[in-house]
């Protein structure tokens, strides 16, 4: 999965095994997709800090297949499909954890529909796993079922970037809110817990996910994306679950949180399942002092949180923010590019009726609303033991049900169940 990140940058991706012929179909989708979304989100746009500017290309010269990968894949050898389970508990979910909102709202959340819920944490080597450490810590304490993998890959990906060619040669020593190159890490995170959820029978593998705005065309110069966002988007999930029905029947992957924005269920923890919510950790640039892990309180991840948190009215402290990032954060927002969705932003400046510097903005009622959209938010999707529960939960704390008519959110009626129809 990590090299699936470089199909741009190689000419043949040799793997010195056998594999089956749904795992080659998987990895020849992904080798695709990867390299499209790379082109697109890091190179052709022309906006990467880390990358040389003589290997940026003329926008007025890329071409639709610019963005296709030149590596292909061989394997030693292809076989024929075969299951690597044996049989899974349907009762069962595991989360990938991270310390994030996310996964610990989408831990509450499971929990309490009455799932037995495996934390899953993957350890990387690296700084991220500071952001991690609270959360895990919590719930290796309070849940048996908790597990982690250890990872070196971060030093993978450094690796790789002292030895591409349009990276500047001092990329270890910059330090930007987005990786130079890679896009699509999920993946490899989901592939290194898979043995966990067959060792253990778990049945369902949930993702954070939460709802993004795809209204828009997702062409650029003729090449189709998804705005660097494909492990995050529904696709991912139905590419994988056909992969699964194959090599792992009975699994199925899916995200509880797609059809909510990101301030939505920072409201829910925090509401719901408080506790949780003081596991929380989402920061780019975690620090340790007197073993306690802090969030730097100024990085784009820091500044989305305390954007949600305020605009709810809820006291960031509880997250170990302290007050002078809240200072901070009103006294320059105005000037700040938060790396969120426009509307979620304009929405969350409205409900902080224009405090301190805060930009004046208008109220955006469908970030408050369960989206429903067949293409990317489709609640049909949730498993059907669970389906009706988590709606349940949701409405709570939304005002509604919106979908999307000629590129506009407009709030619809309730969901309802579809009927199953058999053919005559």
């Given at each position: ?23 080659f ?6 080798n ?10 890091k ?11 003589e ?18 894949i ?35 959340l ?8 495996y934390?899953l ?26 597990q ?8 993978f990906?450094g690796?790789?970037?002292d ?39 778990i049945?369902?593998?949930l993702?954070g ?9 997702i ?13 995050q ?5 139905l ?8 090599r ?6 899916w ?16 509401h ?7 596991q ?6 975690c ?39 809240i200072?901070?954060?009103y ?19 409205f ?8 930009p004046?903005?208008s109220?955006?009622d ?24 988590l709606l ?11 979908t999307l ?10 969901w ?9």
């Open positions: 999965m990590p090299l699936l990140n470089y199909g741009l940058f190689s000419k043949k991706i040799q793997l010195d095994f056998p594999i089956s012929k749904a795992d179909s998987l990895l020849t989708d992904f695709l997709i990867f390299s499209r979304e790379i082109f697109v989100s190179i052709a746009r022309g906006a990467n800090p880390y990358i040389l500017q290997f940026l290309p003329d926008p007025e010269k890329i071409l639709p297949h610019d963005g296709d990968p030149t590596a292909m061989h394997p030693t050898q292809i076989t024929a499909d075969t299951s690597i389970s044996n049989g899974l508990d349907p009762l069962k979910s595991g989360v990938l954890s991270s310390g994030g909102k996310d996964s610990l709202l989408t831990y509450g499971l929990t309490e529909l009455g799932s037995t819920v934390p944490y993957m350890n990387e080597s690296g700084g991220h796993w500071k952001t991690a450490l609270t959360a895990y810590r919590y719930h290796k304490k309070t849940d048996p079922n908790t982690r993998v250890w990872t070196n890959v971060d030093r990906y690796f790789m970037l030895h591409l060619r349009i990276i500047r040669p001092d990329h270890r020593k910059k330090w930007d809110d987005t990786y130079p190159i890679r896009l699509c890490i999920f993946p490899f995170y989901v592939f290194s817990l898979l043995p966990i959820f067959i060792g253990q029978g049945s369902h593998l993702l996910s939460e709802f993004d705005d795809f209204r828009s065309a062409h650029y110069k003729g090449i189709p994306h998804y705005y660097g966002l494909y492990d988007h529904q696709d991912f999930d590419r994988m679950n056909h992969w699964y029905r194959t792992i029947p009975g699994l199925s992957q995200s509880a949180l797609r059809n909510i924005s990101g301030l939505v269920g920072q409201h829910i923890l925090v719901r399942y408080p506790e949780l919510a003081t929380q950790r989402s920061c780019h640039s620090h340790i002092k007197n073993g306690i892990v802090y969030p730097c309180g100024q990085c784009l991840k820091c500044l989305g949180i305390l954007l949600y948190l305020l605009a709810k009215d809820t006291d960031p402290t509880r997250m170990r923010y302290q007050q002078k990032h200072d901070l954060f006294k320059n927002i105005g000037a700040t590019s938060l790396s969120l969705d426009q509307d979620e932003k304009n929405h969350s400046f409900l902080l009726k224009q405090k301190g510097s805060v004046k903005s109220c955006v469908h970030i408050e609303k369960i989206h429903v959209h067949p293409s990317t938010c489709d609640p049909q999707l949730y498993p059907a033991s669970f389906r009706m529960g349940r939960i949701l409405e709570q704390y939304t005002t509604g049900y919106c008519r000629n590129g506009e959110w407009v709030q619809t009626e309730k309802q169940e579809q009927p199953v129809t058999i053919a005559p």
